[in-house]
């Protein structure tokens, strides 16, 4: 049923294009690829060779607009590399039939699906800026379909989602650390909404409004988060504090040098392999690594991330010349080579351990209003409903504070244990 409604699909559009070239005079009809050549490049979408699949996509990005509708389809299939590759090659067309389809993948049970679906309504831009909207301003639509929502409006970044999504912090509050995080994201254009947000009536507003000004770094949020620290809600003054304090970090230089050559991928297939390729080299240089590491070394943490590459945390303070740096690099690039791959990638930054103590004074504070929040409440409404609180209130600043304080314990400890 499928491959016939593929069939019909392709055969369609084969019949517009032909009928457009006679009218018009042009002779088009022998670049337009065969049938059956349609159909075999999608197939090779779950192809088991990943330079089939590689090259199935930029063949069927290069077709363009006549494989839109036969890969919209294809969205649809069991196979979830299928549904996988079918998104990558939409992302890349560009078509702004796909937004609607591609949305549908945001609730995929895979998550690679979900995130291909993600990544490509990114790509396609601002066509899908105002169904994003809609979603997020509906207020009988899922949580997690609205989650998924504000991801991808951040990673568009088009100014039309800043106000809606200032919005949705009154309106949603299953949504405000998902809102808080984005925002951070969507850089300058959302500086000077965040700033009027800090006056706003409701904390929660106030208070994702101060993190999401310490994520974007700009200047301009300086005096406000200033003024936030004064704040009558101790949660605004404790994020307005965090958030002063990671704008004095950003504004610094931490970069010291950077080696080797960043892996390049036209599909998630070949980052996901990368991503591989990374870990195990972490992990193959992890006994030559142990005279650089601190105390007896400048090196505080080193590991692979979303950059594409591998980062070595070198102490502030540390007197670390290029000898030193070239020798830590090549702990890596030998074992690189090892397994295949050369210039191994490495960053070097300053980092301290001052993150650490921010990260557990946030955490503290968090707690203690937590606990004076309950204090405060009237005894019989407490003894009623402690219980469900305790089962069902979510925690999103603690949870996000915990997995920043466990992501730094990891990133020191990982080559002690």
Same mark, same amino acid.
């Given at each position: 049923?499928?491959?016939c &409604?593929?069939?019909?699909?392709f ?7 032909i ?14 690829? &065969? ?27 290069e ?9 919209i389809?294809?969205?649809g ?6 549904r ?17 389809p ?19 309504? @990114?790509?396609i ?51 405000d650390?998902?809102l808080?995080?984005s ?15 800090l ?16 994520? @974007? ?33 950003q ?7 950077t ?17 591989d ?5 972490? &992990? ?30 070198i102490?502030?303070?540390?007197e ?7 020798n ?13 791959v ?19 004074e ?7 209003n937590?606990?004076?929040?309950e ?9 009623k ?6 089962k ?26």
């Amino acid at each position: 049923m499928r491959v016939c &409604k593929l069939k019909i699909a392709f055969a369609a559009f084969t019949l517009i294009i032909i009928q457009l070239s006679l009218f018009c005079g042009v002779h088009v009809v022998s670049a337009i690829p &065969k049938e059956p050549e349609m159909e075999s490049l999608i197939r090779n979408l779950s192809a088991s060779d990943l330079n089939v699949k590689t090259d199935s996509v930029k063949a069927l990005v290069e077709i363009g607009e006549p494989a839109v509708e036969p890969l919209i389809l294809a969205l649809g299939v069991e196979d979830p590399e299928l549904r996988e590759n079918a998104a990558v090659t939409l992302g890349k067309i560009k078509d702004e039939r796909a937004v609607e389809p591609l949305i549908g993948l945001l609730t995929d049970e895979e998550w690679e699906v979900e995130q291909a679906g993600n990544n490509a309504l @990114i790509a396609i831009g601002k066509p899908a800026v105002e169904p994003l909207i809609k979603i997020l301003q509906d207020e009988n639509e899922s949580v997690f379909l609205q989650r998924e929502a504000v991801q991808v409006l951040a990673g568009i970044g088009d100014e039309r989602a800043i106000q809606p999504m200032i919005q949705a912090l009154k309106e949603e509050p299953e949504l405000d650390a998902d809102l808080g995080y984005s925002l951070g994201l969507m850089g300058e254009p959302a500086v000077e909404p965040l700033i009027r947000a800090l006056g706003d009536e409701d904390p929660n507003v106030r208070v994702r409004a101060a993190e999401a000004l310490g994520r @974007i770094g700009d200047k301009r949020a300086v005096m406000p988060l200033t003024d936030a620290l004064n704040d009558e809600n101790e949660m605004v003054r404790t994020f307005a504090k965090l958030g002063l304090k990671s704008i004095g970090s950003q504004r610094e230089n931490t970069l010291i040098a950077t080696y080797g050559k960043e892996g390049e991928f036209y599909i998630e297939d070949q980052r996901r392999e990368w991503y591989d390729q990374l870990d195990t080299i972490c &992990k193959l240089a992890r006994n030559d690594m142990e005279p650089y590491m601190y105390p007896e070394g400048p090196v505080v943490s080193y590991g692979w991330g979303i950059e594409n590459r591998i980062g070595v945390g070198i102490l502030e303070g540390s007197e670390v010349n290029n000898s030193t740096l070239d020798n830590i690099y090549d702990v890596f690039d030998m074992v690189g080579k090892e397994i295949g791959v050369n210039d191994v990638p490495v960053v070097f930054r300053y980092e301290g351990f001052v993150q650490m103590e921010t990260a557990q004074e946030v955490a503290e504070d968090i707690e203690k209003n937590n606990k004076t929040e309950e204090t405060d409440k009237e005894p019989e409404e407490t003894d009623k409903t402690a219980g469900d609180v305790r089962k069902s209130r979510p925690i999103p600043e603690l949870k996000f504070v915990f997995s920043l304080l466990s992501t730094l314990t990891a990133a020191f400890y990982m080559n002690k244990s």
